[in-house]
């Protein structure tokens, strides 16, 4: 039986983001691993009856939404676990970002504007192991636009759940500029390893 289990994060006061938010974040992120699992289960019940069909096939599109969800949190609240770090010089992150992008100011002005995309979703920096490279995506709600074959580097929550708390929606650029004054590089640069 398949199942996944929800993980805890060690998230410190964060400059700009409220406790608040953070809790309330957190509800949501445990209601996405909930669905997951309920999902996988629910399929594996309505599948023994042919009668079922319509509702397993609703069921089967909705698991890509509740997985991403789960999915893409964990790497938003593990981007901000132990406080921040930056990226340091000589990290292959670093050197494959400026590869890829010129500078790393280049690339984190590109980020942010890419995060800026109007709708709910996620602005993600994914590795493509297949040529080396680093791309910059937009992913819709939690399942539309992912990369196939990639791997996620960096996941930014545009969703205004991310953020309403602390800032209006007319200034979610302010979100973005406080989201990077808390990230930890190091565990982004962790991922990076971890995709190659
Ligand atoms: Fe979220």
Redesign the pocket.
């Known amino acids: 039986m398949i199942n996944f289990t929800q993980k805890t994060f060690n998230l410190s006061e964060l400059k700009g983001i409220s406790t608040k938010n953070i809790e309330e ?1 957190l509800k ?2 445990a209601g996405y691993v909930k669905n997951t699992n309920f999902i996988l289960e629910k399929i594996e019940e309505l599948r023994k009856d042919e009668a079922n069909v319509y509702l397993l096939t609703e069921l089967q599109r909705r698991f890509a939404f509740e997985f991403g ?1 789960m999915r ?2 964990e790497y ?1 609240f593990g981007s901000l676990e132990n406080g921040p770090a930056p990226l340091s010089e000589n990290s292959e992150l670093k050197k494959a970002i400026e590869k890829n992008f010129g500078t790393f100011e280049n690339w984190l002005a590109i980020f942010k504007g890419l995060a800026m995309t109007k709708g709910i979703g996620w602005a993600m920096l994914s590795y493509d192991k297949k040529t080396g490279q680093l791309l910059n995506h937009w992913v819709d709600e939690q399942h539309i636009g992912h990369l196939v074959s990639t791997f996620p580097i960096l996941a930014l ?1 545009m ?1 205004e ?2 953020y309403v708390y602390d800032y209006p929606t007319s200034e979610k650029k302010k979100y973005i500029e406080t989201f990077f004054e808390n990230v930890n590089w190091e565990a982004i640069e962790k991922n990076f390893i971890e995709a190659q």
């Open positions: 974040h949501l992120y969800g893409n949190h938003y929550d969703w759940h991310a």
